[in-house]
């Protein structure tokens, strides 16, 4: 199984500055990188595919890169919205594996 | 629009079993692969359950294997899980999402709203 670690847990930023999150694979996993946005109480929401590619109708704001088993989520300039918790995927290998998520917190 | 829409949840006693549901719509089901993914209380996400377009290709995740079986009616776009010798350990919410890619596992475009499992006495 290959474990997703994301990092930080807790990340603080204020609305309208960049908040940088990381993910990272146990071993190599290509670009077979999803991130998710969720809320509470709601399900969560595909942002990023293939490590870079963005979901229909997410903002251009969000972006991801990375390759092999680092990998980056940035969200250019927080919006009040943009409150919530993210989750990395991996989709290399079965199992599928979740990181334990990065809770984006208002400054 | 897609939709999917999971129904079935409930309190169930350590050792029960119980059988969830999910109605898809505004797609057409028979074309895409489909997954349980599910989420402890204050907990994050852990894959359960997939299953293909077909129904003939299915994996389960080791913490469910043997006790709970994904399938699918794809005349009926309907997604179950039939989920035996519950424990407190699968106390969750239980979300069916749709994967959108040919080849599995691939990542998850589209959940449904979830249902609550309750495992306790």
């Known amino acids: 199984e290959i474990v997703m670690t994301q990092s930080p847990a807790t990340l603080s930023v204020s609305p309208g500055e960049r908040a940088t999150l990381s993910c990272r694979a146990g071993q190599g996993i290509s670009s077979n990188l999803a991130w998710y946005q969720q809320k509470p109480g709601q399900a969560p929401r595909l942002l990023i595919y293939g490590a870079s590619t963005r979901a229909t109708g997410i903002p251009a704001r969000f972006s991801g890169s990375g390759s092999g088993t680092e990998f980056t989520l940035t969200i250019s300039s927080l919006q009040s919205e943009d409150f919530a918790v993210y989750y990395c995927?991996?989709?290399?290998?079965?199992?599928?594996?979740f990181g334990q998520g990065t809770k984006l917190e208002i400054k | 629009e897609v939709q999917l829409v999971e129904s079935g949840g409930g309190l169930v006693q350590p050792g029960g079993s119980l059988r969830l549901s999910c109605a898809a719509s505004g797609f057409t089901f028979s074309n895409y692969g489909m997954s349980w993914v599910r989420q402890a209380p204050g907990k994050g996400l852990e894959w359960v359950s997939y299953i293909g377009s077909s129904g003939t290709t299915m994996y389960n995740a080791g913490s469910v294997r043997g006790r709970f079986t994904i399938s699918r009616d794809n005349a009926k776009n309907s997604l179950y899980l039939q989920m035996n010798s519950l424990t407190a350990e699968d106390t969750a919410v239980y979300y069916c999402a749709r994967s959108p890619t040919r080849i599995p596992p691939g990542h998850f475009d589209s959940w449904g709203q979830g249902t609550l499992i309750t495992v306790s006495s």
């Open positions: 995927q991996q989709y290399n290998n079965w199992p599928v594996t």
